[in-house]
């Protein structure tokens, strides 16, 4: 167990509907990450949350959004999913930046059919 | 932009070295990172080497930068079947938040 928990583990939509990941980060760490893992697309960087503010952006779609909670939580809003979203949606955490590698959740599985 | 580079496939047999080398994009990063992922697991935090390194060893990892090339590799010795899984190297992104990933090595070790 990292220490980063993501809820749900897998989720099944169809296409045009909306969901929310969550994600936990380690305790005391003030950082959180979103990450996309496709097959063809490999690992891509969505956002960073620190303190709850949005501290940096990647290849994060529209259609995608995010926030980090007082008590630190993040959700990963995505919506008007296509079959293109499936994929492995990470989230990791730090304690502030990056310097020292982030620890990762287990993942949530998205799949839109 | 340019992309975080690793070779796709490494089989070796048990007990035998594995090297698996990647080659990153931004000279200036600080910190370059070595992540394992098994199947249906997150990624989990193997080593890292500080940028003014040359090269660092932790138990069977031993852990080469080359910045002159933009070079970094991951050996491991004495591979056992445990150590089957993806193998991503990362840097840190221009942002200088987020990490930049290649798109893993998948390592086989075959008995």
């Known amino acids: 167990d990292s220490g980063v928990t993501q809820t749900p583990k897998h989720l099944i939509t169809a296409t045009g509907q909306r969901v929310t990941l969550r994600c936990s980060p380690r305790s005391g760490d003030l950082s959180v990450y979103w990450y996309q893992q496709s097959l063809d697309q490999g690992l891509q960087f969505l956002i960073q949350?620190?303190?709850?503010?949005?501290?940096a952006k990647g290849n994060i779609l529209e259609r995608f959004s995010a926030q980090q909670f007082p008590d630190l939580h993040s959700e990963l809003n995505l919506s008007s999913l296509e079959l293109g979203d499936s994929a492995l949606y990470f989230c990791a955490s730090s304690i502030k930046g990056q310097a020292y590698g982030y620890t990762f959740g287990s993942g949530t599985r998205l799949t839109v059919v | 932009g340019e992309d975080v580079e690793q070779s796709l496939f490494l089989s070796v047999r048990e007990g035998d070295s594995s090297v698996i080398n990647c080659t990153y994009t931004d000279s200036s990063s600080t910190y370059l990172y070595w992540y394992k992922q098994e199947p249906g697991a997150g990624l989990q935090l193997l080593t890292y080497i500080f940028s003014n390194m040359d090269m660092k060893q932790d138990q069977r990892l031993t852990v080469l930068l080359n910045k002159k090339d933009k070079h970094l590799s991951l050996r491991i010795a004495d591979t056992q079947t445990g150590d089957s899984a993806i193998y991503f190297c990362a840097e840190v992104a221009n942002s200088g938040y987020a990490l930049n990933f290649g798109k893993g090595t998948s390592l086989l070790v075959t008995p």
């Open positions: 949350y620190y303190n709850g503010e949005e501290r």
